[in-house]
């Protein structure tokens, strides 16, 4: 039996799929006010509890061998990316389970210190490394997935707002293909106890990402540019209002003042081990977008 948390994202919603396909036993964690049909049509043992509560975590983990971590939050770090994963780890442990994968964030590894979702996932890889469990790590740059409700307002409007240096480089995963490496990871032997950085087979510049937009919808992108001191301006705001958001715009500024991408030698690893070829950035919003 297989536990996926985060089972209504875009990760985990992607990895039930593939087990159930595989006709594998899935328990998928989910909220009470999450949309989980999809699970249930994919006979999925649906569990509706709160990563927040340690009970719920120990009766979801009852009768596991694996457990797939890919759930997260920018609002409620401590509680949700840390203090969650290191229960799930621990309840691993007690139950003997056979292997655990989690899905960290490329950069957890540098010190960014104001992202406080950087520091969580860097402080459960640590302990999920010395926990005596066979594991799996993950660290993606950016999510296809996550741009998709982008490329629609896209394709309504022609706007694309890039916030800070258009330069910066990137490499967007396909979230299927992500998916994919990490329900395979349990059976590839070069994979156990390894930590992957995961990209797509392109680097990007920032300003590439609108240019794919417009090659999909045949479409002359207009860019809106702003710098990044005014979200600097606005996190100062926040912060005497609530703190939480402020957090959360950390961790957001981060990403947008950084490069985050993966190698060609890191992308050839991933192809060699896995035994596919990656999916291009335009190939996956062209499937998900029907154009």
Do not use: W
């Not at 006709?23 to 006010?33: D, G, H, I, Y």
């Not at 999510?143 to 409007?157: D, G, K, Q, V, Y």
């Amino acid at each position: 039996m297989f536990l996926v948390t985060g089972a209504t994202g875009g990760i985990g919603r992607r990895v039930v799929r593939l087990l159930r396909q595989q006709k594998m036993p899935v328990r998928a964690f989910v909220r009470l006010t999450s949309h989980y049909s999809e699970l249930e049509h994919r006979e999925a043992e649906i569990f509706i509890g709160d990563l927040r509560q340690e009970k719920d975590i120990h009766k979801a983990c009852q009768g596991i061998q694996y457990i797939i971590s890919t759930h997260g939050s920018a609002r409620d770090t401590l509680a949700v990316d840390y203090r969650a994963n290191i229960e799930l780890i621990d309840q691993a442990k007690a139950n003997g389970v056979q292997h655990f994968v989690f899905i960290s964030v490329l950069g957890a590894d540098r010190d960014y210190e104001d992202a406080t979702v950087f520091k969580a996932k860097k402080a459960v890889e640590k302990y999920l490394a010395t926990s005596g469990l066979n594991y799996t790590i993950f660290r993606p740059s950016g999510l296809a997935s996550n741009l998709l409700p982008l490329a629609e307002s896209f394709r309504e409007t022609g706007l694309y707002l890039l916030i800070g240096d258009r330069k910066n480089r990137t490499s967007i995963v396909s979230t299927d293909d992500l998916a994919k490496m990490v329900v395979d990871s349990i059976n590839i032997t070069a994979a156990q106890n390894q930590i992957f950085p995961v990209g797509g087979p392109e680097v990007l510049m920032r300003e590439d990402i609108p240019q794919i937009f417009g090659r999909v919808f045949n479409k002359e992108p207009i860019i809106i540019n702003p710098p990044l001191f005014l979200l600097d301006g606005l996190r100062s705001g926040l912060g005497l209002f609530n703190r939480e958001e402020q957090q959360a715009l950390g961790t957001f500024r981060t990403l947008l003042a950084h490069e985050f991408f993966c190698t060609p030698e890191e992308i050839a690893n991933l192809e060699s081990i896995f035994g596919f070829k990656l999916e291009t950035l335009e190939n996956f919003l062209r499937h998900y977008l029907a154009v």
